[in-house]
């Protein structure tokens, strides 16, 4: 068992190595130079992030991992989104969990990315949707929405009773990508009598994981165009005063921050559950409770800054555009808040203590 | 009690609430009474748990500020009223951190026996958010002070023989400054309470008129022009209470009575809007949980704990919003339904109200994040 002191200690040293990569002052040149291009990230950053162990961060140690915790992973994944990086790394990661040994050298070293293809319909955190098939060593069916598909060597495919490891280049594979708001894509892969091998397994537990890094992307995606906004506030004049002195947009302000500290508390408390509760409907209830509190205080905290950066932040050159339209491709990415606030209805039955 | 563990310690307030508690002012309504709260005061009172942050020499149980959050927690879960409590909660620590010895000697034990009950003089009719700017003044006239003016917003007034009053000493000074803090008897001469019902038709209030009232020199607490720099001081960690979110919750417990009393409890469009109450609470709480874990390491909550205080108030309403709206005509009566005062949504939605306005109304709390967290320009 890890004290609390060794946790803060991992957490802070997880932070402190994100800002090679995922720096909180960075300019976010290279996110707007990736945006809109094939496969809209940076292999050689991919494989720089693989060397740091971020891939295999919650992999075990006997697995070549590093072994640690959702905490940990989610202190990472809020680096990234203050940062905006592009690289699929929850996504990756969610695969690399579900992957036999044998497989995973070659993944987590950065050679070859593979990704996980879960979702049949818009709208839906079914994982046992049960409309693509494997028989006989091959799969076939239809799986949607797998972020950055367009740089995926192969997927990790979830079917009835476990998974199938499907290359990209096999026969029958095809694969269709959409461009996303945030200019990175998201592909629709039609699986036809593809051959594949099958993987003994249950993407629940990664999918929760995803969701939970998910939503402390989101926090770091809100609480830096935050910081943005505050800095904009203090050096904008107009009526010859800062802006910031206008109390309509301070009392605005407020309230971003308290959506921000309540999505930061919420996530905090919720990746703590993940690394000690034993009991998986409080884990899964509260992995819901963050993911919708992060998908909303984030969609509320991006739209709020682009008000009060006024007509400049209606501009892809300025910077809160970049952070709402990201906000936009992950509030709804891993169950939007609403599917969240009904699975949390379903998991954590109201409690009769009043 | 300080050295027992926080679960130990947190079972045995539990108990002794339990079995203590008088049943019939459970989950109160209104804010109550003296003749209607005096039985709990005076039962915390004979088990030495009337005073928790005082000073066990002054009488008090020198908890810890962890250990008294557990032990608001349990009286809150219990639905336990809050007492006429200002002696306890200021004018006994401002004596233990500024009076006299003959101060002390004199007030405290009177707090402690519950023979002194206290009101606050602080705000007035044109001095509210702004109360540096209040002009009740008391002026030295031999070894006397003599006060004049009006306070108003004065809790429990008709209920107190004492009331602790911010009067101006000094006219020409910055107005933080020229401030004193007296305590004076109620039944000076000079001293007119007049009620003022409120909007849920209840005496809480009342206007406190000063008409040269005359006091010893020994009513003044501190130095002449120091009584606003020690009334802020009081308030320490105890600012996280009214963030606390058992408020808004006690309120959810209720709409789910009433929901399913009314037959909407199944309804889609009702559980969604529940669910999202529901964790909003929740949420809530993990964020009262990061101040609480604050003031359990010995930290005073900074100016970021006025979040608290803004998203616990307008959630409590919202909550009593959502009452209204499935109760329909039945909330225009003006009593309970069936006489059951677990299904009041007119009561809970009205009492909701000034909690957006009191302890520094949600906008001076916003003024205050804007200002000293996001140190946005003046």
Redesign the interface.
């Known amino acids: 068992m890890t004290t609390a002191e060794d946790r803060g200690e991992s957490l802070r040293m997880i932070r402190d190595s994100a800002a090679g990569i995922a720096s909180r002052n960075s300019d976010l040149k290279r996110i707007r130079a990736l945006r809109f291009t094939e496969p809209g990230f940076d292999r050689a950053v991919w494989r720089e992030m693989c060397e740091m162990g971020w891939l295999g961060l919650l992999v075990s140690e006997d697995q070549g991992g590093s072994g640690l915790g959702v905490q940990e992973f989610c202190a990472l994944t809020e680096e990234l989104g203050a940062a905006l990086i592009p690289e699929p790394l929850i996504a990756a990661a969610m695969a690399a969990r579900l992957l036999p040994f044998d497989a995973l050298p070659d993944v987590l070293s950065g050679e070859r990315i593979v990704l996980p293809a879960w979702q049949e319909k818009p709208l839906s955190i079914d994982l046992a949707a049960g409309g693509t098939v494997f028989a006989n060593g091959r799969v076939t069916g239809k799986k949607m929405f797998v972020p950055m598909a367009a740089g995926a060597d192969a997927f990790v495919v979830t079917v009835p009773g476990g998974l199938a490891l499907v290359e990209r280049d096999a026969a029958g594979v095809h694969l269709e990508c959409q461009t996303t708001q945030d200019g990175g894509n998201s592909g629709t892969l039609t699986l036809n009598n593809v051959q594949a091998t099958w993987i003994d397994g249950d993407p629940d537990l990664a999918f929760e994981t995803a969701c939970m890094a998910t939503s402390a992307y989101l926090l770091g995606v809100m609480d830096r165009v935050f910081g943005i906004t505050?800095d904009y506030?203090?050096t904008r004049e107009q009526f010859g005063?800062?802006i910031?002195?206008f109390?309509a947009?301070?009392?605005r302000?407020?309230?971003l921050?308290?959506q921000v500290?309540?999505a930061r508390?919420?996530v905090?408390?919720a990746a703590k559950a993940q690394d000690e509760s034993d009991n998986v409907s409080v884990r899964k209830a509260a992995v819901s409770?963050a993911k919708?509190?992060a998908s909303d205080a984030a969609s509320i905290v991006t739209r709020g800054c682009i008000q009060l950066h006024g007509g400049i932040g209606y501009t892809d050159a300025a910077d809160p555009g970049l952070f709402l339209r990201k906000t936009m491709v992950l509030a709804p990415a891993y169950g939007a808040a609403?599917l969240h606030?009904?699975r949390?209805?379903d998991l954590a039955p109201?409690g009769d203590?009043? | 009690m300080n050295e027992l563990s926080d679960e130990d310690f947190r079972l045995i307030v539990r108990e002794w609430v339990a079995a203590n508690y008088p049943p019939e002012i459970r989950n109160p309504l209104k804010r109550l009474h003296w003749n209607e709260c005096k039985s709990w005061y005076f039962k915390l009172a004979e088990k030495g748990w009337l005073c928790p942050g005082w000073p066990v020499e002054h009488g008090g149980m020198g908890l810890s500020p962890g250990k008294q959050l557990i032990m608001l927690d349990e009286f809150e879960?219990h639905g336990c009223a809050r007492t006429i409590d200002q002696g306890v909660l200021m004018v006994g620590p401002l004596l233990i951190a500024h009076g006299t010895a003959e101060q002390r000697a004199f007030f405290l034990p009177k707090v402690l026996t519950g023979e002194h009950v206290w009101c606050q003089g602080y705000s007035e009719p044109n001095a509210g958010s702004d109360l540096a700017s209040l002009r009740t003044v008391a002026e030295r006239d031999g070894d006397d002070y003599v006060i004049n003016g009006q306070k108003i917003w004065t809790s429990m007034a008709m209920d107190a023989n004492w009331i602790y009053v911010l009067a101006r000493t000094d006219k020409k000074a910055k107005k933080q400054e020229g401030i004193g803090f007296f305590l004076v008897p109620m039944d000076t001469p000079g001293i007119t309470v007049r009620p003022l019902t409120t909007l849920d038709l209840n005496e809480e209030f009342a206007e406190t008129f000063f008409d040269n009232v005359r006091v010893p020199a020994s009513a003044l607490v501190g130095l002449p022009n120091k009584g606003w720099s020690m009334a802020k001081a009081l308030l320490g960690f105890e600012r996280i209470f009214v963030g606390s979110p058992k408020q808004s919750?006690?309120a959810?417990?209720r709409l789910?009575d009433l929901a399913e009393w009314i037959g909407v409890w199944d309804d889609l469009a009702f559980?969604?809007v529940f669910?999202?109450h529901?964790?909003d609470v929740?949420?809530?709480t993990?964020?009262y949980?990061?101040y609480v874990e604050q003031v359990r390491g010995g930290e005073v909550p900074g100016p970021?704990v006025s979040?608290l205080k803004?998203?616990q108030t307008e959630l409590y309403q919202r909550v009593t919003e959502t009452m209204l709206d499935i109760a329909g005509d039945r909330s225009a009566m003006l009593e309970p339904m069936e006489g059951n005062r677990a299904l009041n949504p007119a009561g809970l939605f009205l009492q909701s109200r000034p909690s957006t306005i009191y302890s520094g109304t949600n906008?001076i709390?916003?003024?205050i994040?804007?200002?000293n967290?996001?140190?946005?320009?003046?």
């Open positions: 505050m506030l203090k005063r800062k910031g002195s109390q947009l301070q009392h302000s407020a309230d921050k308290i500290s309540l508390a919420t905090n408390a409770r919708a509190r609403a606030r009904a949390f209805r109201v203590e009043d | 879960r919750a006690y959810l417990a789910r559980q969604a669910t999202q529901r964790e929740d949420d809530l993990d964020l949980e990061v970021d979040m803004i998203y906008e709390q916003r003024n994040l804007s200002k967290v996001l140190e946005l320009p003046s």
